[in-house]
């Protein structure tokens, strides 16, 4: 119920947005991320972004989980 | 697909399975909150890969599984209204109330539409305005700001027709409550990633200040989860319980400001019914004053009649962590995917049809 899956916002309008996710394309609403920008990924649920993906973090997440299994 | 596929990386996951294992040295017993990371858990096989000194339990984080009778009535009892559509999420067609269901009230010509957004119910209200549109408003705190965008709209476009059945419910007070019953011992909870996505970290704060529980919010891909479950051993070999995010790219400890804002236009929190425990106080979310209007329980002159609980089932003991599907005589007899009893074999994250789908991943 609460499935969020990440959208590449390809265009935006008001506060609609064309959305792609994995190459099919949908409509967004923006309404609860009016801060969403063309080129931004967001958490897509039942067709509202509800956050805008933080790539920084997410490159963050990455590194800490390789050094996480190097070090016992 | 970006974001998701770098967290599917066996070798990463293999090297944390076995740090897992090296750390965790005492026996601890963990809640996933969350319907959707049981799936993930299960699909992934993350039970039987982690070591035995960690029990997993599935916790009532399924907003069709946990909405009551008494409300799957009300809902049920709309939907034989002349001039009404209802709408609503497709997981909630099939779940039984006392004496039937959405589905067999379609089969009986209710009108019934499935959506997948409610902007998709907005639209069916412009485009019918000599009839009723009701939208079924389940969900926890990632939904509710939806409907309370989808009301805000309304408003603004004068869509008079337009409805909700508030039956959206809150995720830190049921937690709150099934601690206090003490039925269940844990030592950690994996905590909702979508749901922390709107209200952020720090409504969780009182689980490791108040009850000494480690506390980590977690995403939904099996790195993510892996992450989450070495966070969790390590706060509690360490002994140092706090609560921490292992899902920093969709989730800030504040949340989602501009969300929480409408939600807090539209709603207010109220005293809700959950199935297997009963009225929580200030666990649901209600329309206040302003939007009352758009409250299809207030608008509609309805009585769904007594209600009843289905003979055998043990829905509610399984949503509060007490029972497995396992030790429901009806599981996979009588109350199948196909033929559901209960709510918790109906929805796609219920842990009845999760069990069912990918066996008990202990290999039992």
Redesign the interface.
């Known amino acids: 119920?609460?499935?969020?899956?990440?959208a590449?916002i390809k265009s935006i309008d008001g506060h609609q947005a064309e959305v792609d996710?994995?190459g099919v394309t949908r409509?967004a609403?923006l309404?609860?991320?009016?801060?969403a920008k063309v080129g931004d990924?967001v958490?897509l649920?039942?067709?509202?972004a509800?956050?805008v993906?933080?790539?920084v973090?997410?490159e963050?997440?990455?590194k800490?989980?390789?050094e996480?299994?190097?070090?016992? | 697909m970006k974001f998701i596929d770098e967290y599917h990386n066996p070798e990463l996951g293999k090297r944390l399975i076995d740090r897992i294992h090296h750390h965790s040295t005492k026996p601890i017993r963990l809640m996933e909150f969350c319907g959707g990371h049981t799936v993930a858990i299960f699909k992934h096989g993350i039970r039987q890969l982690l070591p035995t000194t960690i029990d997993m339990l599935s916790g009532p984080g399924c907003p069709v599984c946990v909405t009551a009778n008494v409300d799957l009535d009300k809902a049920i009892a709309l939907a034989r209204l002349p001039n009404v559509i209802i709408t609503t999420f497709g997981d909630m067609l099939r779940v039984p109330g006392s004496y039937s269901s959405l589905q067999l009230a379609k089969a009986e010509r209710s009108d019934i539409r499935v959506v997948y957004s409610v902007q998709d119910a907005l639209g069916i209200a412009r485009d019918n305005p000599d009839k009723s549109v009701i939208f079924i408003g389940i969900g926890f705190e990632t939904t509710a700001p939806t409907i309370a965008a989808s009301i805000l709209q309304a408003e603004q476009e004068g869509i008079d027709n337009y409805y909700v059945l508030p039956l959206h419910k809150l995720c830190p007070p049921i937690m709150k409550a099934l601690l206090d019953l003490g039925e269940v011992r844990l030592d950690g909870i994996i905590c909702p990633g979508h749901v922390s996505a709107i209200i952020g970290s720090y409504p969780y704060q009182f689980i490791p200040d108040d009850y000494g529980i480690a506390c980590v919010v977690s995403g939904f891909e099996p790195l993510d989860i892996l992450l989450c479950v070495d966070r969790l051993v390590n706060q509690i070999e360490t002994g140092q319980y706090k609560v921490e995010i292992a899902y920093l790219r969709g989730v800030k400890p504040e949340g989602n400001k501009h969300a929480l804002k409408l939600m807090g236009t539209v709603f207010e929190v109220c005293d809700a019914n959950w199935r297997g425990v009963g009225l929580v106080p200030l666990s649901g979310l209600r329309l206040n004053k302003r939007y009352q209007r758009f409250d299809a329980e207030r608008s509609f002159d309805i009585d769904p009649g007594p209600t009843h609980e289905a003979k055998g089932c043990i829905c509610g003991s399984i949503l509060r962590g007490v029972s497995t599907p396992q030790d429901c005589k009806l599981f996979r007899r009588s109350c199948t995917p196909e033929h559901p009893v209960g709510p918790c074999m109906v929805s796609s994250e219920g842990s009845c049809a999760t069990y069912y789908h990918y066996g008990d991943s202990y290999g039992r």
């Open positions: 119920m609460c499935l969020a899956i990440p590449l996710i994995d409509q609403s309404q609860l991320t009016p801060e990924y958490l649920h039942t067709g509202y509800i956050n993906i933080d790539p973090e997410a963050e997440t990455l800490l989980l390789k996480l299994s190097e070090v016992y």
